[in-house]
């Protein structure tokens, strides 16, 4: 019972943070009678045409076909790690990603915890 409650307050606890790091927002504006609707989406000054993603500065945004823009974090600042593991920059440039101390091509993921850069 006790693994049970402990899984459940884990996953728990990785949903919000998951949820934390992501965001929705909306890009479209209403149209008046004989304009043309947009066809995608503004992000930071780029289009993103509908049913698509666009990926900049660490974050990837996706236009939904309602205008709306879905955009989540991809950069991660690690806050614990255990003793056989150390902090690393990540490949893709963005935050931190945790290794093994005697073999960095081996990534660390139990009792890591890590929060958005966002």
């Known amino acids: 019972m006790t693994n049970l409650l402990t899984f459940g307050v884990m996953l728990t ?9 992501c965001y929705v927002r909306s890009t479209s504006a ?39 823009l879905n955009c989540c974090v991809n950069a991660f ?4 790690l255990p003793d056989e593991c150390k902090i690393v920059p990540a490949d893709n440039g963005c935050g931190d990603k ?6 960095e091509d081996e990534e660390c993921v139990e009792g890591v915890a890590a929060i958005s850069k966002r």
């Open 30 to 68: 209403p149209t008046r009678i004989g304009e043309t609707p947009p066809l995608g989406c503004y992000w930071d000054g780029d289009f993103i045409a509908f049913n698509t993603n666009m990926k900049k500065n660490c974050t990837t945004c996706y236009c939904n076909a309602g205008g709306g």
């Open 77 to 80: 600042n690690i806050v614990q």
């Open 13 to 21: 606890t990785g949903i919000a943070l998951c949820n934390g790091q």
């Open 98 to 103: 945790a290794v093994k101390k005697d073999n």
